[in-house]
């Protein structure tokens, strides 16, 4: 059985086999077709081009910030190591044994004289600037002269004179703490304790190391 599409189809192929070619028409036809494909392989490779770019940015970026973070960090490691270098260091010693003196029955004076050593670095603005002690009833007076600038190695001298009452004393012995107050030749401002220990008239010494005031401990 011939099915009439097919009719159709054959009488359309028999028409165009006698219908006369038009060139101009075939090339604008392939003309379009060619460009149309050009146009097509250039926004491909464009594409292409733009995603090597970006993905270029992104791994230059990506590097620019760990050379940031490295150059950061370098510089932090040696600002520490600067201030670390330049750091005045005090040490103590006792010039001699406490003095005790009995005002009376109740009372005791014990005056101490403390060398103080600036071991390491140029300082300035020395001070004492607290002494405290944890024991009630009891006075306290630090004879120390404030300097403004010290060179390693330079001595000075500190007396500590306390009041308190003999049985406090004769039950608990005293914890003196004396707190130093310097600057380093750039300004960084540090604190340094001193820890005295009074026994049965005689006294032991603990010296702290330095703390920079304003790093966050």
């Not at 165009?16 to 490779?45: Q, R």
Request: charged share 25%; with cysteine; hydrophobic share 40%.
């Amino acid at each position: 059985m011939y099915h009439p599409n097919i009719r159709i189809i054959d009488y359309m192929f028999e028409l165009h086999l006698h219908l006369p070619d038009s060139p101009i028409g075939s090339l604008a036809d392939w003309a379009m077709v060619i460009l149309t494909a050009a146009t097509a392989v250039l926004l491909l490779l464009t594409l292409k081009s733009q995603r090597a770019v970006q993905k270029s940015q992104i791994e230059s970026l990506d590097s620019q910030r760990r050379v940031e973070l490295l150059q950061t960090r370098i510089t932090r490691i040696e600002d520490e190591k600067f201030k670390k270098e330049i750091k005045p260091r005090f040490t103590a010693s006792l010039m001699q044994n406490p003095v005790f003196e009995y005002l009376n029955d109740d009372e005791i004076e014990i005056r101490t004289l403390f060398t103080l050593c600036l071991l390491e670095n140029e300082c300035i603005d020395f001070t004492v600037t607290n002494t405290s002690i944890f024991t009630e009833d009891i006075e306290t007076k630090v004879i120390v002269q404030p300097v403004k600038y010290l060179m390693p190695d330079e001595e000075k001298t500190m007396m500590v004179v306390i009041r308190c009452r003999k049985k406090a004393y004769d039950l608990a012995g005293l914890s003196l703490v004396s707190q130093l107050r310097f600057s380093d030749v750039v300004g960084g401002n540090y604190k340094q304790n001193i820890k005295t220990y009074f026994k049965v008239e005689s006294a032991k010494l603990n010296v702290n190391s330095p703390v920079r005031l304003d790093v966050i401990q």
